[in-house]
Structure formats: C-alpha cells, structure tokens
C-alpha cells in the first residue's frame, strides 16, 4: 500500500532553532515532494528530489532512497516559517497522483 | 503573474444544493488537479484531467462533478449526493509529466448552513 507519514505533528521552536521534519514512506517512489501551506490555506511547493540533496536558502531537504525517508532542515528558524509542512511521494507503482502525508505543523516563537 | 485563481474564498451550501467552485490558471498548464483537505488527513485526489474534455477520478470522487472545457478552467461542483461536503479544497496544475511540481491555488472553503 502507498503511504506516506510525517513525524512530528506538532512542533514549536524558539525563533533561531534548527528545525527537523521527518517523512517516511512504504514503497520505491520517483519523486518526493515538500509543500508548505500558510495559515491562510494556500500551498507552495517547497521543493521535489528523488536523490540527496537540495537546498534553497535556509531551507534543507535530504532524502535517503534505501531508508525511504526524508528530511526537510530550517536552518535559524524565524517566526514567518510558522506553517504547515506537508511531504508528498509520487509511488512507483502509481505515478498518476501523489500522495500526501498528514503535515507537520511549526510555530516559530519570537 | 502567472498563477491559480480559486474563488470563492469562502463557500456556504445548503441542503440539497449543488455548489460550484471555479478554478483558473494561465500557466498554460495541461494537468489540473482538485484535492479534499480534512482537519487531521492528507490531501486527498477527488478529479484530474490531463487534457481539454477529459478528465479521471481520484480516489473520492463520489459526489462530485468536473468539466475540462477550456485548458484555463477546471470548475469543481459539489452535488447534493456529497453527504459531508464540508472541507477545504484546493485546486492545482502541473506540466504533464512526471516529477513535475504542482502549483497550488488559496483554497475554498465549503460550509454546511
């Protein structure tokens, strides 16, 4: 079955903190997405990767294709990073439509 | 710009009624997505069309309708066969292709009266 889970739910930091979001998934994928979405409801793709590393600005995503896991970093988090972090994998077995994982959501405190 | 439009923001439907909620882009996008946000749960996938007058149900595509008559639009109509209609939808678009990043629009709203 293809799923997708986040870890943590919920999570708060002081503004300056390193921040780690995790997501794992069941089977083989093509591409892994990180969406952020503002209280507001819009989205905005953060980044997608199917390998290593990628990097935008105090931004950091890893994906580990053998452990099936990646990591989205915030490097000196700051309260406008208070958001909705949400991962979603495009499956092997199915590369019509990803599928998304519940989110992980930050609250960055001054 | 280039980008999505949703509207309405914010939705309100009663009873029996069916509702339609608009979705726009001038990315000159092929793929149009409409997804079902719940409090707790992923996206959900209910329509996706990939080309003009052709469109695939998504995993809860019971209850709702779609039209693909123009490469722009991608409307959304909730009908009253939908029992529990209230969530937040999201509308996206996408170069066909995969491992193309899919662009979000704001969201609608949707409320029972």
Not at chain 1, 91 to 102: Q, R, S
Request: charged residues 20%; aromatic residues 10%.
């Amino acid at each position: 079955k293809n799923e997708v889970e986040q870890s943590p739910q919920n999570l708060t930091a002081q503004e300056g903190e390193f921040i780690t979001i995790n997501c794992s998934y069941s089977v083989g994928i093509s591409a892994l997405h990180w969406l952020q979405q503002h209280p507001g409801g819009g989205i905005v793709s953060l980044f997608m990767l199917s390998s290593g590393k990628k990097k935008h600005g105090r931004l950091i995503a890893t994906i580990n294709i053998q452990e099936k896991h990646s990591s989205l970093h915030i490097t000196a988090s700051h309260p406008r990073d208070s958001a909705v972090y949400i991962c979603a994998a495009l499956f092997l077995t199915n590369t019509d439509k990803l599928i998304f994982g519940t989110g992980t959501r930050l609250q960055v405190f001054p | 710009d280039g980008g999505i439009t949703q509207s309405p923001k914010y939705l309100f439907r009663k009873e029996g009624q069916n509702v339609t909620l608009s979705c726009e882009q001038n990315l000159n996008h092929d793929a149009m997505y409409w997804y079902r946000q719940d409090p707790g749960q992923g996206l959900r996938l209910i329509y996706y069309s990939q080309i003009v007058n052709d469109f695939q149900k998504g995993d809860i595509a019971e209850g709702y309708s779609v039209s693909r008559e123009k490469k722009e639009s991608f409307p959304l109509t909730v009908t009253s066969a939908q029992k529990n209609p209230t969530a937040f939808y999201l509308c996206a678009s996408s170069i066909i292709g995969r491992d193309q990043p899919q662009h979000f629009g704001d969201g609608t709203r949707l409320s029972i009266l």
